[in-house]
T-cell receptor, first 109, second 116 residues
C-alpha cells in the first residue's frame, strides 16, 4: 500500500500563481520528503522535513507537516513554467521510503 | 557523467524472456534501491540493499530478483518477463550517514521496459 496519498492528482495554474499540493500518509514517519519528476526522468529531491518540525522553507518552496493529522503540504510560490512536473511526497518509516501517487503540476506561461 | 547510471534506458522484450536491468553509481553510497513506476501508482519498492551482503524484499518483489555485485552495482532481473511487468524502473541510492538516518534518495534516469 502507498504511504502517501496526494491531492490534487492534477493542478493547472498560471505563471506567477502559487501552487499548493497536499499529502496524507497512513503510518508514523521519521521524516517526509518531497520529490520532483520531469516527464520521463528520474526523481529529484526537493526538501525533507523531520517529524519534529512543523514548517520548512527552501527558496520558493514551503513545506508544512502536521503529524496529528498525518498530512503535509508543499507550496510553490511565484510559479514558473519550468516548475511543470510531477511532485511526489514520500514518507520514511524505519529504513524505507514509501512514495505517494504524485500530483501533476502544469504551469501555463 | 551521471552519478547513478541505469542500462538499458529502453528495452522491448517478449513474454518469457529473461531481462536484466543494471545500475551503477559513483556516489559511494552503501544503500541501493530498485523501484517500479506505473501511471497513477507512484513508485513502489521492489528490492533494496544496505551493503554488498544485504538484500531485502520490498513491497512487490514477486517475479523479480536482484544481485549486489559490488558496492557500486545493483542489478534487477526478471527471470521470465510478463506483460504486467511493463513499467518504468528506477534505481536509487542513499547515504545513511549523517544526522538523518534515512535521507534523500538519488535516482537514475530510469529504464523503460515493455513486455509484449
Amino acid at each position: 500500500s502507498q504511504q502517501g496519498e496526494e491531492d490534487p492528482q492534477a493542478l493547472s495554474i498560471q505563471e506567477g500563481e502559487n501552487a499548493t499540493m497536499n499529502c496524507s500518509y497512513k503510518t508514523s514517519i521519521n521524516n517526509l520528503q518531497w520529490y520532483r519528476q520531469n516527464s520521463g526522468r528520474g526523481l529529484v529531491h526537493l526538501i525533507l522535513i523531520r517529524s519534529n518540525e512543523r514548517e520548512k522553507h527552501s527558496g520558493r518552496l514551503r513545506v508544512t507537516l502536521d503529524t496529528s493529522k498525518k498530512s503535509s503540504s508543499l507550496l510553490i510560490t511565484a510559479s514558473r513554467a519550468a516548475d511543470t512536473a510531477s511532485y511526489f511526497c514520500a514518507g520514511t518509516s524505519g529504513s524505507r521510503l514509501t512514495f505517494g501517487e504524485g500530483t501533476q503540476l502544469t504551469v501555463n506561461p | 557523467d551521471a552519478d547513478v547510471t541505469q542500462t538499458p534506458r529502453n528495452r522491448i522484450t517478449k513474454t518469457g524472456k529473461r531481462i536484466m536491468l543494471e545500475c551503477s553509481q559513483t556516489k559511494g553510497h552503501d544503500r541501493m534501491y530498485w523501484y517500479r513506476q506505473d501511471p497513477g501508482l507512484g513508485l513502489r519498492l521492489i528490492y533494496y540493499s544496505f551493503d554488498v551482503k544485504d538484500i531485502n524484499k520490498g513491497e512487490i518483489s514477486d517475479g523479480y530478483s536482484v544481485s549486489r555485485q559490488a558496492q557500486a552495482k545493483f542489478s534487477l532481473s526478471l527471470e521470465s518477463a510478463i506483460p504486467n511487468q511493463t513499467a518504468l524502473y528506477f534505481c536509487a541510492t542513499s547515504d545513511p550517514r549523517g544526522v538523518v538516518r534515512t535521507g534523500e534518495l538519488f535516482f537514475g534516469e530510469g529504464s523503460r521496459l515493455t513486455v509484449l
